[in-house]
């Protein structure tokens, strides 16, 4: 839990969570997920595969460690992608053209539909905010993740930690080197580790978590 929540849980009924938390679960506390929009998670099966495709976002603020190493860790797999890189506001410039010809790649400040691009991909590369990932997971796409280092109480990086333990991806983080995120990448690609993460199943149903905290508020 964060600062925050840690400060006012003395305060409240009922505590709801949207990820497991590694500390101990009182009575008052509630594993519902995270609400997120409902979303037709089979609408991007049965395309024809063709190369491989990759939806890369720093988050709604962006990331200009992701928008300037994200590419040549890309480019050093030396093969064909499909790419759609959110860079975050007045974070474009130049990102495009860090990309190798191999790479067909699209570059906008803001998606306006995220959840049609993680649809769209097959793995994500991205931060570990609680609600991106629950998107990720509920739509059955695997993440590369990137926790930011600066976040309090490191939660992203234990949001990270949910999401390998779910077997749905895996984590990277800055003072790690370029060299070995591409490494990885080409790990995950040749032993197509990506569809064994649109494989998995998670049991907690994020698309449900409005709906359970809704029915418990009521019932107070």
Do not use: C
């Not at 969570?17 to 049965?46: A, C, H, R």
């Not at 790419?83 to 803001?110: A, C, D, M, P, T």
């Not at 649809?119 to 930011?148: H, T």
Request: charge should be positive; glycine fraction near 6%.
């Amino acid at each position: 839990m964060g600062t925050s929540n840690k400060a006012l849980k003395r305060f409240s009924k009922l505590i709801f969570l949207g990820f497991s938390i590694n500390e101990p679960v009182t009575k008052k506390m509630m594993l519902v997920g995270n609400p997120i929009k409902k979303l037709n998670k089979n609408s991007s099966l049965n395309r024809k595969q063709e190369s491989l495709r990759v939806y890369i976002t720093g988050g709604s603020q962006g990331s200009e460690f992701i928008n300037q190493n994200i590419p040549i860790a890309l480019n050093a797999l030396e093969m064909p992608l499909e790419v759609r890189h959110q860079s975050g506001s007045g974070k474009s410039l130049g990102v495009k053209e860090l990309y190798s010809n191999n790479i067909s790649v699209e570059v906008k400040e803001f998606y306006d539909l995220p959840q049609d691009s993680i649809l769209w991909s097959d793995f994500i590369i991205s931060r570990a905010g609680a609600l991106s990932l629950s998107e990720a997971i509920s739509l059955k796409k695997g993440s590369v993740m990137i926790p930011l280092p600066s976040a309090i109480d490191n939660h992203q990086l234990l949001n990270a930690i949910n999401i390998v333990d779910l077997g749905m991806g895996l984590v990277h983080e800055e003072f790690e080197s370029i060299e070995l995120l591409s490494q990885k990448l080409k790990n995950i690609v040749d032993s197509k580790e990506y569809v064994q993460w649109s494989e998995k199943e998670s049991a907690l149903d994020h698309f449900q978590a409005a709906r359970r905290m809704l029915s418990s508020i009521l019932k107070f």
